[in-house]
């Protein structure tokens, strides 16, 4: 099984990258950045894009900008809207069996509910989710002839990256082990006690491991499917969990954590369910407290 992963050196690519590589698939690892010893993508040269594809079993597409890099509104939905058609049509062009997109559950309607699944109507709030919902749409009008899609929208993911990436320690996990780690303050600026689907990144790269397998086997699945945890948290719960995790690994450890709004006001829980996730037979986070340790160490080792 040959899989092109486009975004490689990325926060999620990386260790997507290096799991899939543990379990004996042949990866392809393509990037944009000149520094990593990958093949590059010019986005801007069909011919560079359909030579990537030729000869290829499965697409794996972690590109795209973030919601902290989603500033410039033309370079916002070039990556998020137009590069992942590109990407499709080159695949299909090809006769790549499937095209796996990876997204973020954080396009879906959130107000007034309790439990947000796969039909639950999609909303553009800001710049990152209006260039997430056209590329959705963009990839699904798309009349494919040789190629399957299956669109993942993430729950929110955290762990240590593979390489060096800024955006990562704004994740709140990732952000709040190094800061106690390194005994820096942490300033938490929510004004509401927000609750959220954690995931560690192990776990997920275990999850698109085991989507593979499923999809390999011949076995369907609709084109949009959740991928969620057993782990849910309001965010002084996750920093209360933290704070208990890192004293015992050190009994002496002050922590400096600061509410910014000292009276967060108290959300209703929400919850990301998918409908499909559990014929893949992979719901619970078995990684979370491993994942967390090797956060810590990773910093540790860091900071030394």
Not at 62 to 88: E, M, Q, R, W, Y
Not at 284 to 303: G, M, R, T
Request: aromatic fraction near 12%; charged fraction near 30%.
């Amino acid at each position: 099984m040959k899989v092109l992963l486009v975004g490689a050196s990325g926060f999620v690519g990386g260790r997507l990258s290096d799991f899939l590589k543990k379990k004996n698939l042949n990866i392809i690892n393509i990037s944009r950045r000149k520094k990593f010893n990958f093949l590059r993508i010019n986005w801007n040269s069909e011919e560079s894009i359909n030579n990537l594809c030729k000869n290829v079993d499965i697409v794996i597409n972690c590109s795209g900008l973030d919601i902290h890099g989603s500033k410039n509104k033309n370079k916002t939905f070039v990556a998020n809207s137009k590069n992942p058609l590109k990407l499709l049509k080159a695949a299909d062009l090809n006769g790549v069996k499937f095209f796996i997109h990876i997204t973020t559950y954080a396009i879906y309607k959130k107000k007034n509910l309790s439990i947000i699944d796969e039909k639950t109507k999609t909303v553009a709030d800001d710049l990152h989710s209006s260039s997430k919902i056209e590329g959705e749409n963009n990839l699904i009008k798309y009349p494919t002839k040789k190629t399957k899609l299956v669109i993942i929208r993430s729950c929110n993911l955290f762990g240590y990256p593979k390489y060096k990436n800024k955006n990562c320690w704004r994740l709140l996990i990732n952000y709040i082990i190094k800061n106690c780690v390194f005994d820096k303050p942490l300033y938490i600026r929510t004004k509401k006690n927000i609750y959220k689907n954690y995931s560690s990144l192990e776990s997920f790269c275990n999850f698109i491991y085991k989507l593979l397998r499923y999809l390999v086997k011949g076995k369907d699945l609709p084109k949009i499917i959740n991928y969620t945890s057993n782990k849910n948290f309001s965010v002084t719960e996750i920093v209360d969990l933290i704070k208990k995790k890192i004293f015992k690994r050190d009994e002496k450890k002050k922590f400096k954590i600061y509410f910014t709004n000292k009276k967060l006001k108290k959300e209703k829980k929400i919850i990301l369910k998918s409908l499909y996730q559990h014929k893949i037979k992979s719901i619970n986070d078995l990684f979370f407290d491993k994942e967390i340790s090797n956060l810590i160490i990773y910093c540790e080792k860091f900071k030394l």
